[in-house]
């Protein structure tokens, strides 16, 4: 069984511009999570689809932030525009409904903002 | 204020000897709790999860114990071994059904041959 993939693996972008990531979780997984490590942090929740709805997004930073999960499978975060404080990796989870304890991480996109 | 604590100090430990990890909560009160392992360059991989209502919780060499007085949670590797040295995260859940899991900045254990 494939696990969560995350595309691209690395991004190198410059203030101001736009940067869209991926993520497909692992099949079946109707929950799906977006996270994201800034330099020197601890890891941090930034929201939670179940199936294409938005089931919680208390942790997005701010409006530059849009996530998307169309038809209940893979999901978009967007950054536009970029700021330096942005910098991290941004890791995304999913999990089947029901099981919210039991999250799967993909390997993360690092994400330089210059 | 809320905060998980973890050694911040990689911890160095000689290979067969018992790695013992400290976490530490404030000003939470989990329903749960978990330890991840994170490798360089990859995504954090669940290992174990202990409840409230839990003391202690084994998998083959892992044990993990949850004292929700003290607010900690010891993390022990039984038999190091090389192949453990990571950086282990320490995570918990204020309910089973909130969304999110909240991290610690996690410690870096390294095991010598």
């Known amino acids: 069984e494939a696990g969560v993939t995350q595309f691209p693996s690395h991004s190198v972008i410059e203030k101001g511009q736009t940067v869209t990531l991926r993520c497909d979780p692992i099949?079946?997984?109707?929950?799906l999570y977006w996270y994201r490590r800034v330099m020197g942090k601890e890891i941090k929740f930034l929201l939670h689809?179940?199936?294409?709805?938005?089931?919680?997004e208390s942790g997005m930073p701010n409006n530059r932030f849009l996530a998307e999960r169309t038809g209940g499978t893979y999901s978009t975060l967007k950054v536009q525009p970029a700021e330096l404080e942005d910098s991290g990796v941004y890791f995304c989870?999913?999990?089947?409904?029901?099981?919210?304890?039991?999250?799967?991480f993909g390997p993360g996109t690092r994400l330089l903002v210059l | 204020s809320q905060k998980i604590e973890q050694n911040s100090e990689a911890l160095n430990i000689q290979e067969g000897k018992t790695a013992t990890l400290t976490c530490n909560y404030t000003?939470?009160?989990?329903?749960?709790l978990q330890w991840y392992r994170q490798d360089p360059g990859r995504g954090p991989v669940f290992l174990l999860l202990?409840?409230?209502?839990?003391k202690e919780k084994r998998k083959e060499r892992l044990k993990v114990t949850f004292d929700t007085t003290l607010k900690q949670s010891l993390f022990h590797i039984t038999a190091s071994q090389p192949a453990d040295s990571a950086t282990y995260l320490c995570?918990?859940?204020?309910?089973?059904?909130?969304?999110?899991?909240?991290f610690g900045s996690g410690t870096r254990l390294s095991i010598r041959p």
């Open positions: 989870a999913s999990s089947q409904i029901g099981r919210i304890e039991t999250q799967y």
């Open positions: 202990i409840r409230e209502n839990e």
């Open positions: 099949s079946g997984h109707d929950n």
């Open positions: 000003n939470y009160s989990p329903a749960y």
């Open positions: 995570a918990l859940g204020e309910s089973s059904s909130a969304s999110k899991i909240i």
């Open positions: 689809f179940v199936k294409e709805s938005k089931q919680d």
